[in-house]
């Protein structure tokens, strides 16, 4: 326990492609959620969260570092991040936290599952139990400090919960007066919707709502064929972006209704499972008697598009609602009011780190970009921040059709969500009157004056925080494995793991 009211326990959840609609907090009516929704009832739920960089490695490296894509360096997925920087759980290891990390770290470069060796490269996490990237959910490699590959034959949130409560068992044993930061990472509910049984039939497709701005198959491939000229070197129907043997079709060919309602069913199942875990860790925390001395955060990176205008579940970094999006939650008993809605716009990604720093009295590095959104949290101010930017970084390898390879840059507002490429005006969407992102007035000669106004706005950020239109990371990374080539690898290191139960 950690004896210092202004020095809490952190404990964070992240589970990977969930959009902030699949919650039962959120309003769905169908999704069981019953852990996360508490986390709702008893602290304060961000109805308006979103990321300024919706893929995986990018939003990671900013909540580690409170910094944009251009002040840490990481554009793209699967690059090994720099060490040397200033990380959050460096600066709370030095304030007296224990650290640890459970789960995916995809921080490390190419390898998968790929060892995460002690030291500088785990940025100050000091208990470590997990692997560099994949999501094999039910033939999951993990790694500790000797580097030796572990396999547990159970589904991977199922194990690392138990890591995670082990972590803060010890830590809660020390009995040192020194807090904790935990945090974990669940491949759920990203796809390949990998699952036992009980959780894959637990919804019925037949009873899926699905999400507004679903395309008819003509609407669909006129809405890829307009990507391909400015956004897509390939049509995403490579092997090596499939659903990776989930029973889908491959990224980007159209799916029917049934199959999309089939998918989100699923989809569905892997968040009520993560929700099972967040409970177990929920109640191991009250009964080690520390709930009420923990800050609990519930996030992800980005959403999942779920076929909202065209685009399937491998394609993510894009600036709709439905990407850019996440659930946040944050718990602090007697701190925080329970119950509580914001509306307010947040960066998750780069304003995270300064919010836990001031909340726990820790001076905040320069390097810094994000904004502390502790205001909002104890009902000081109505608002911290009054756009979230977006950016899409340029792609220098176009045979890799899993990223854009023309650089994007926008800004989204209560009011507007605005994205232009280098040379064009690619979307403007009115949010009060078309929330659902349908009708783009890019083209609208009309509102040419607060396109204008936002183009401005766009060049100050990135002048502010060195952004640049060519930046850039020459795709693959040393050591990249492929899907076919990370499945087949796998299928090779789990008889040579040693298996624990």
Request: aromatic share 12%.
């Amino acid at each position: 326990m950690s004896g210092n009211e202004n020095r809490p326990n952190i404990l964070i959840f992240y589970p990977d492609q969930m959009r902030a609609d699949a919650m039962g907090c959120a309003g769905n009516p169908i999704v069981k959620t019953p852990y996360i929704d508490r986390l709702a009832n008893e602290g304060v739920h961000f109805t308006d969260a979103y990321v300024s960089y919706p893929v995986c490695c990018p939003f990671r490296a900013s909540l580690f570092t409170g910094k944009y894509a251009q002040g840490h360096g990481l554009y793209q997925n699967h690059f090994p991040l720099r060490a040397d920087q200033i990380f959050l759980a460096h600066l709370l290891k030095d304030a007296g936290y224990h650290t640890g990390y459970v789960g995916k770290w995809h921080l490390e470069g190419g390898p998968r599952p790929g060892f995460v060796p002690p030291g500088e490269r785990r940025f100050g996490f000091d208990y470590f139990i997990g692997f560099n990237r994949g999501h094999f959910y039910l033939k999951s490699i993990f790694y500790k400090d000797d580097g030796r590959p572990y396999h547990c034959p159970r589904w991977e949130p199922e194990y690392q919960t138990e890591h995670l409560i082990d972590f803060i068992e010890q830590s809660v044993a020390k009995d040192d007066g020194n807090p904790f930061f935990g945090f974990v990472c669940y491949g759920p509910p990203h796809f390949p919707n990998v699952m036992p049984d009980h959780l894959r039939n637990l919804y019925d497709p037949a009873e899926i709502e699905l999400p507004p701005s679903i395309l008819s198959p003509e609407e669909h491939e006129a809405a890829r064929q307009e990507r391909l000229k400015y956004d897509y070197a390939a049509n995403l129907k490579s092997e090596d972006h499939s659903h990776a043997g989930d029973g889908h079709k491959p990224q980007g060919e159209q799916e029917t209704e049934e199959e999309t309602r089939k998918f989100i069913a699923e989809y569905y199942g892997m968040i009520t499972g993560v929700d099972h875990n967040v409970g177990r860790v929920l109640n191991a925390l009250d009964r080690l008697d520390v709930a009420g001395d923990t800050i609990v955060i519930f996030l992800s990176d980005h959403g999942d598009m779920l076929g909202q205008h065209g685009y399937y579940c491998g394609i993510k970094k894009t600036a709709y609602r439905a990407a850019m999006q996440v659930p946040f939650i944050v718990r602090y008993p007697g701190k925080f009011p329970a119950g509580k809605k914001v509306d307010a716009l947040i960066d998750v990604a780069v304003d995270t780190m300064p919010t836990l720093l001031e909340l726990c009295g820790i001076p905040t590095p320069n390097s810094v970009h994000g904004t502390s959104y502790l205001p909002l949290l104890d009902g000081t101010a109505e608002e911290t921040r009054d756009a979230v930017m977006y950016q899409s970084m340029k792609m220098l390898d176009g045979d890799i059709s899993e990223f854009t390879c023309m650089p994007e840059r926008g800004i989204r507002t209560k009011d507007w969500l605005y994205v232009r490429q280098p040379e064009r005006r690619k979307m403007l969407f009115d949010l009060q009157n078309d929330p659902d992102e349908i009708k783009n007035l890019a083209d609208d000669g009309s509102l040419t004056g607060l396109m204008d106004d936002f183009d401005e706005r766009i060049r100050k950020h990135m002048e502010e925080t060195g952004d640049d239109w060519d930046l850039a990371l020459d795709f693959p990374p040393e050591n990249y494995l492929t899907q076919a080539e990370g499945r087949k690898y796998m299928d090779e290191l789990v008889p040579r793991a040693i298996r624990v139960p």
